[in-house]
């Protein structure tokens, strides 16, 4: 039925495996749309009291689509308008963030292998973020030349504070799933052999829970901790809008493809 993921329930789970390892699970903009889908769907279904995000072969999600970014970076250099603009693809991939926080269920993300970028978003958009201790993660987004985006730039801030967020986001240095729940960027990081036992109990624990009280305890947090995600995301989507435009960007998504580190010229 779905190209990008794949979905099923099993009990009160509804689970959602994001299935492109060809690349490496990357946020493309279709797999977006077919998790909203499915997530309007789980979100609604009196039947399903916990969501579980995770990757199909040995990774999670790499981030965004390189492939696509190219087709956009070959349409500005030929002067053509590409067939859907940043903003607009910006929207759908915001809508997916606000989506999760609204949704009342608890949602999981288990992570292993590679999380960076628009994973690392959707990870920590995700109420319990949980790992592998070895998982590669990397805020990427400076390494093709792009800011923070799909509400990063919040949720991270205010998990690690300024400082810290401005190291990891600038540097777009890696960082493993134990640094990472060091940090307090996700709930927890387990051994790789004890990854999805240490998940299946959370989500065990949490489907025989008080679901009225869950849904509340996430709205406290979103009036406490993300009333402005809506207005960061949009300030987000509009520095998109203009990187997309500069020859750093396009060095750097051809830089990738071609294997071979990026020559930035500040333009």
């Known amino acids: 039925m779905y190209q990008f993921i794949q979905a099923s329930i099993t009990g009160q789970v509804g689970q959602i495996l994001l299935n492109d390892p060809a690349k490496l699970n990357a946020l493309s903009q279709p797999m977006a749309a077919e998790i909203h889908e499915v997530l309007e769907q789980y979100r609604f279904d009196p039947d399903i009291r916990v969501i579980l995000f995770q ?133 927890q990081a387990v051994p790789a052999e004890q990854l999805e036992e240490t998940v299946t109990k959370q989500v065990s624990q949490l489907a025989a829970g008080p679901a009225c009280a869950y849904a509340e305890i996430k709205a406290s947090i979103n009036r406490i901790f993300y009333p402005d995600l809506y207005q960061c995301m949009s300030m987000e989507a509009d520095c998109a809008d203009r990187l997309t435009h500069t020859a750093d960007h396009a060095e750097a998504v051809y830089a990738f493809l071609e294997k071979r580190r990026p020559v930035f010229q500040g333009k």
Do not use: W
């Open 55 to 187: 990757g199909a072969g040995g990774r999670f999600c790499a981030g965004g689509d390189i492939t696509s970014m190219k087709k956009r970076v070959d349409c500005y250099a030929k002067g053509i308008r590409p067939e859907t603009e940043t903003k607009i693809n910006m929207a759908k991939l915001n809508r997916l963030i606000l989506t999760i926080r609204q949704t009342e269920k608890p949602i999981i993300c288990q992570i292993e292998g590679a999380c960076a970028g628009g994973g690392m978003s959707l990870a920590m958009a995700c109420d319990f973020s949980i790992a592998e201790e070895n998982a590669k993660m990397s805020m990427a987004f400076v390494g093709i030349g792009l800011a923070p985006d799909m509400g990063s730039s919040l949720m991270l801030s205010r998990r690690v504070g300024p400082a810290r967020a401005t190291d990891l986001f600038m540097t777009g240095r890696r960082f493993t799933g134990k640094e990472a729940a060091h940090m307090g960027i996700i709930t």
